[in-house]
């Protein structure tokens, strides 16, 4: 019988941003990044949005140590791209404690609550009112 090879653990971490889920791995390796099994420049074609999903790597220094495989479903691209941002960020600190500091400092541990707001009886939407005649 073979030699049980060691597993090198995956760690995981899951954001959430209005109505999108991001299920973020990190394993250790040479900095690969895919989002859905597709390249992130594929997948967030928009420069904004792939810096926002970076933002963490970038803030703690180690892009190139690490291989980031994501799933994320549900909502547009904003909402990916900051649930995958939250979720990368939640990864790198069960990955290594001492990133922490660095991304609560630039907020990218900091979950964003916001959400579509229901619509209310007696208007057109949300907050919009129906159509005011004076006659």
């Not at 019988?1 to 760690?11: G, L, N, R, V």
């Amino acid at each position: 019988m073979a030699a049980k090879e060691k597993k090198t653990p995956d760690i995981n971490g899951t954001g959430r941003r209005k109505s999108s889920v991001a299920r973020v791995r990190v394993v250790p390796g040479s900095g690969k990044f895919l989002i859905n099994k597709r390249d992130i420049e594929a997948y967030f074609p928009k420069p904004s949005e792939s810096a926002r999903v970076l933002a963490p790597l970038n803030a703690v220094g180690c892009a190139s140590e690490v291989d980031v495989l994501v799933r994320v479903s549900g909502g547009g691209f904003t909402g990916q791209s900051g649930a995958t941002a939250l979720g990368l960020a939640r990864a790198l600190v069960k990955f290594n404690s001492e990133y922490e500091e660095p991304l609560r400092k630039t907020k990218l541990l900091t979950v964003d609550a916001r959400r579509k707001e229901r619509k209310k009886y007696g208007r057109a939407g949300a907050r919009r009112s129906f159509q005011f005649s004076k006659r």
